[in-house]
């Protein structure tokens, strides 16, 4: 660790680790509830236990992005954070906060828990991913501008790099999209269309300027490549995630009461959100090629890379398999979005944090640069488990919302909604067995934490450093 | 990438192009925003139907059904309801009223809200409202 005050991290990356659990164990009930309906019903229907789910998802990505952003914005700035006092006061405000957002939704009726949190004053909750009160939501946008405050300070005195431009660019561009979950007009399309402008330019939008920061953030550092390239890199991929992505919103823009041309414009610049996917994976695995030296961190390599796939495979294929109007039409909102849903988010989110977290722990932790090789071999295990388990669970999703498509709307004699959840239920059988596999992953990434042994140093000039091999072939 | 491309070119490619589509994507809004009255039936929206919409959130519908097919995936999509339970809102209002408190078992039940008749019809007017907006014919067929 260069820099003291990176170590305001730790906190903020040990809370997101914790809260992944939560999100993973909510998914496990949820998928049961899918096939034993009355699984913990009515104590904990699957409406309360999705909003746990998914806005734990959202908190603990969040503590990531933090956690990344205080890490990684002293080393680019070459100069201590401006308050390392601010991130742990606002570390504790935002978990207090996040964890009585979810007893509340655990604990009591969502409709008592709006009336006791004043919902009528200004209503916000009930709609999709932004069912905190309004008053967490006032909260996450306190949190939000102290910790802007404390980094764009901290840039604004330091270095500026490309890396730490980007990412405060994601991270402005986070808060301020969030500022529309507070307009929900009682027109359905109008709120429909806003809603979108929260969910959809967070995750195809800023959240990936975020995430191609923290990306070439890790492969400055493991690959030793000089930063020129990757800078140049980085901004054609971002170029391409805006020009593509923001016209892009028009995908959702299809059935919602919005005018028909959206089908066009949505099909055909959503139809290209691919590319800055393809390109990221052209980038990782460019940059880990032409490497100037190994890092010992052999896990924080694997994630960089796994990212990037993934990301392409769950945002990008995914994604484009459904977002054509056309397509859309007989696949909106079936089982082929949560199919796309959950390979993009673990892909391009889930991956991106848990690529930082392997990155920077080591150094946390007060070694040197990596973990043992016992440490790492089982974190290595840990990504297999999670991500092999996550592309079943896609597949065996996207097996089910083939099936509902064709029999709920494409077949002659069109099926009610219920009767084909009956019909396809083998597949969300799998998707659980699957989901078991994803929960015995995460705990041998927790694991592999408290694993010792003789931790890997850097190789020093002239030391038995492993070859570099980009240099040992003519470029 | 080859040396005739440099960083600042990319950089320009980056904020120019963004700006250009920022400013599209304003204007296809604004756009958007004129043609709405025709499409949105917002003529139809009363008190009652901004009633039905708070009891519609507060329930957090939408944690289970799709509202014209946003939301979750495990109940029917109710963006057509009203118009599957043969236009009536008394039977939408009578199968909400009806939800065993305990749930069915071994199956997906929906719970028991303990709405009043208020809210009730509101969060029916609601969903008949929701039926007459111009989805662009979707859902395919009345299943939803």
Redesign the interface.
């Given at each position: 660790m260069q820099y003291q005050s990176q170590a305001v991290a730790k906190p903020y990356f040990i809370a997101a680790i914790a809260l992944f659990v939560g999100q993973v164990l909510f998914g496990l009930i949820l998928g049961l509830?899918?096939v034993?309906?009355?699984f913990l019903?009515?104590e904990i229907?699957?409406?309360?236990a999705?909003?746990v789910h998914t806005n734990l998802l959202i908190v603990w990505l969040l503590f990531g992005f933090m956690g990344a952003s205080y890490f990684l914005v002293p080393e680019e700035t070459e100069t201590e954070l401006h308050s390392p006092k601010l991130a742990i006061l606002l570390f504790w405000v935002f978990l207090v906060a996040g964890v009585l957002t979810v007893l509340g939704y655990l604990l009591v009726p969502?409709?008592t828990l709006?009336?006791i949190t004043g919902?009528?004053l200004l209503?916000t909750?009930?709609?999709?991913f932004l069912?905190q009160p309004t008053i967490i939501k006032i909260g996450i946008v306190v949190v939000a501008l102290g910790f802007l405050y404390n980094i764009t300070i901290t840039v604004l005195k330091g270095r500026k790099t490309?890396v730490s431009t980007i990412l405060l660019i994601g991270l402005w561009g986070l808060a301020l999209m969030f500022l529309f979950a507070f307009y929900?007009p009682?027109?359905?399309?109008?709120?429909?269309?806003y809603w979108w402008w929260v969910v959809h330019l967070w995750v195809e939008g800023v959240w990936e300027l975020i995430m191609a920061a923290i990306l070439a953030f890790i492969l400055i550092k493991t690959t030793g490549v000089d930063r020129?390239?990757v800078?140049?890199?980085v901004?054609?991929i971002?170029?391409m995630t805006?020009?593509t992505g923001?016209?892009g919103?028009?995908h959702?823009?299809?059935?919602?009461?919005?005018?028909?041309y959206?089908?066009w414009?949505g099909s055909i610049f959503s139809a290209l959100e691919p590319i800055p996917f393809f390109m990221m994976v052209i980038f990782a695995f460019n940059m880990i090629n032409r490497r100037r030296r190994d890092h010992p961190n052999k896990a924080a390599v694997l994630w960089a890379m796994g990212t990037a796939v993934m990301a392409f495979l769950g945002a990008g294929v995914w994604g484009f398999m459904h977002t054509l109007a056309p397509v859309n039409?007989?696949t909106?909102?079936?089982?082929i979005?949560?199919a796309h849903g959950h390979m993009a988010f673990y892909g391009a989110y889930a991956m991106i944090v848990m690529a930082i977290i392997s990155y920077a722990m080591p150094m946390l932790r007060g070694r040197e640069a990596a973990n043992s090789d016992r440490s790492q071999v089982l974190e290595m295990w840990s990504f297999w488990l999670m991500t092999v388990a996550m592309v079943f669970i896609t597949l065996f999703l996207t097996g089910a919302g083939i099936l509902q498509t064709w029999l709920?709307?494409?077949s002659e004699n069109?099926?009610?909604?219920?009767q084909v959840?009956e019909n396809i239920a083998l597949f969300y059988w799998m998707r659980e067995v699957a989901g078991v596999v994803f929960l015995i992953g995460l705990i041998v990434y927790i694991a592999s934490f408290f694993v010792g042994g003789e931790e890997r140093r850097l190789s020093r000039a002239g030391g038995s450093a492993a070859p570099a091999p980009a240099q040992a072939r003519k470029e | 990438m080859s040396g005739g491309f440099t960083k600042s070119m990319a950089r320009n490619i980056f904020y120019g192009g963004s700006v250009f589509f920022i400013l599209v994507f304003l204007a296809l809004t604004f756009d958007t925003g004129k043609a709405l009255p025709e499409r949105d039936k917002r003529e139809i929206i009363n008190e009652q139907v901004a009633l039905g919409k708070i009891v519609w959130e507060e329930n957090n519908c939408i944690g289970c059904h799709t509202l014209l097919g946003e939301g979750a995936y495990f109940a029917p999509e109710l963006g057509n309801v009203y118009k599957r339970f043969g236009n009536s809102t008394e039977a939408i209002k009578a199968f909400i009223a009806s939800r065993p408190k305990e749930g069915v078992p071994g199956r997906r039940s929906m719970p028991q809200f303990n709405l009043s008749e208020e809210e009730l019809e509101a969060v029916a007017q609601f969903l008949k409202y929701a039926s007459e907006i111009d989805t662009a014919d979707w859902p395919p067929n009345i299943q939803g």
């Amino acid at each position: 660790m260069q820099y003291q005050s990176q170590a305001v991290a730790k906190p903020y990356f040990i809370a997101a680790i914790a809260l992944f659990v939560g999100q993973v164990l909510f998914g496990l009930i949820l998928g049961l509830q899918y096939v034993v309906g009355d699984f913990l019903f009515p104590e904990i229907p699957f409406n309360v236990a999705r909003m746990v789910h998914t806005n734990l998802l959202i908190v603990w990505l969040l503590f990531g992005f933090m956690g990344a952003s205080y890490f990684l914005v002293p080393e680019e700035t070459e100069t201590e954070l401006h308050s390392p006092k601010l991130a742990i006061l606002l570390f504790w405000v935002f978990l207090v906060a996040g964890v009585l957002t979810v007893l509340g939704y655990l604990l009591v009726p969502y409709a008592t828990l709006a009336e006791i949190t004043g919902n009528s004053l200004l209503p916000t909750m009930g709609r999709e991913f932004l069912e905190q009160p309004t008053i967490i939501k006032i909260g996450i946008v306190v949190v939000a501008l102290g910790f802007l405050y404390n980094i764009t300070i901290t840039v604004l005195k330091g270095r500026k790099t490309v890396v730490s431009t980007i990412l405060l660019i994601g991270l402005w561009g986070l808060a301020l999209m969030f500022l529309f979950a507070f307009y929900n007009p009682d027109n359905l399309v109008l709120d429909k269309y806003y809603w979108w402008w929260v969910v959809h330019l967070w995750v195809e939008g800023v959240w990936e300027l975020i995430m191609a920061a923290i990306l070439a953030f890790i492969l400055i550092k493991t690959t030793g490549v000089d930063r020129e390239v990757v800078e140049k890199w980085v901004y054609v991929i971002i170029a391409m995630t805006l020009i593509t992505g923001i016209i892009g919103t028009g995908h959702h823009y299809y059935w919602i009461g919005t005018p028909e041309y959206w089908q066009w414009w949505g099909s055909i610049f959503s139809a290209l959100e691919p590319i800055p996917f393809f390109m990221m994976v052209i980038f990782a695995f460019n940059m880990i090629n032409r490497r100037r030296r190994d890092h010992p961190n052999k896990a924080a390599v694997l994630w960089a890379m796994g990212t990037a796939v993934m990301a392409f495979l769950g945002a990008g294929v995914w994604g484009f398999m459904h977002t054509l109007a056309p397509v859309n039409y007989y696949t909106h909102g079936s089982q082929i979005t949560a199919a796309h849903g959950h390979m993009a988010f673990y892909g391009a989110y889930a991956m991106i944090v848990m690529a930082i977290i392997s990155y920077a722990m080591p150094m946390l932790r007060g070694r040197e640069a990596a973990n043992s090789d016992r440490s790492q071999v089982l974190e290595m295990w840990s990504f297999w488990l999670m991500t092999v388990a996550m592309v079943f669970i896609t597949l065996f999703l996207t097996g089910a919302g083939i099936l509902q498509t064709w029999l709920q709307r494409v077949s002659e004699n069109p099926q009610p909604f219920m009767q084909v959840q009956e019909n396809i239920a083998l597949f969300y059988w799998m998707r659980e067995v699957a989901g078991v596999v994803f929960l015995i992953g995460l705990i041998v990434y927790i694991a592999s934490f408290f694993v010792g042994g003789e931790e890997r140093r850097l190789s020093r000039a002239g030391g038995s450093a492993a070859p570099a091999p980009a240099q040992a072939r003519k470029e | 990438m080859s040396g005739g491309f440099t960083k600042s070119m990319a950089r320009n490619i980056f904020y120019g192009g963004s700006v250009f589509f920022i400013l599209v994507f304003l204007a296809l809004t604004f756009d958007t925003g004129k043609a709405l009255p025709e499409r949105d039936k917002r003529e139809i929206i009363n008190e009652q139907v901004a009633l039905g919409k708070i009891v519609w959130e507060e329930n957090n519908c939408i944690g289970c059904h799709t509202l014209l097919g946003e939301g979750a995936y495990f109940a029917p999509e109710l963006g057509n309801v009203y118009k599957r339970f043969g236009n009536s809102t008394e039977a939408i209002k009578a199968f909400i009223a009806s939800r065993p408190k305990e749930g069915v078992p071994g199956r997906r039940s929906m719970p028991q809200f303990n709405l009043s008749e208020e809210e009730l019809e509101a969060v029916a007017q609601f969903l008949k409202y929701a039926s007459e907006i111009d989805t662009a014919d979707w859902p395919p067929n009345i299943q939803g």
